[in-house]
């Protein structure tokens, strides 16, 4: 990412202080990176909202139209009424 800061955490301390990390990571704008056994393992990323809905605004005037619409399919079904007496 452009300028945000990364810390790594072992999975033993997000097991302990996942409220806190998450804290971190949402209002801090920092990017957690969760290490086991000195490997990573996951990425831990703030949400960013705005982005997804300005993506998807474009997509959908990039691909509008793509698809041909499909006349209105109406399907008939029959029943076979079964005269019951009671």
């Known amino acids: 990412m452009?300028?945000?800061?990364?810390?790594?955490?072992?999975?033993?301390?997000?097991?302990?202080k996942t409220a806190e990390i998450l804290n971190l990571v949402s209002f801090g704008g920092?990017?957690?990176i969760v290490k086991r056994h000195g490997h990573p393992l996951?990425?831990?990323l703030p949400?960013?909202?705005e982005e997804?809905?300005?993506n998807l605004k474009e997509?959908?005037?990039?691909?509008?139209?793509?698809i041909a619409d499909f006349p209105e399919v109406v399907?008939?079904?029959?029943?076979k009424r079964k005269k019951i007496n009671l």
Do not use: H, P, V, W
């Open 30 to 32: 920092i990017e957690a």
């Open 2 to 16: 452009n300028n945000m800061k990364t810390t790594y955490i072992s999975s033993t301390d997000l097991k302990n």
């Open 47 to 49: 949400f960013r909202g």
């Open 75 to 79: 399907k008939n079904r029959y029943f």
């Open 52 to 54: 997804k809905k300005a």
């Open 42 to 44: 996951a990425k831990i």
């Open 59 to 66: 997509n959908l005037r990039k691909y509008f139209g793509a």
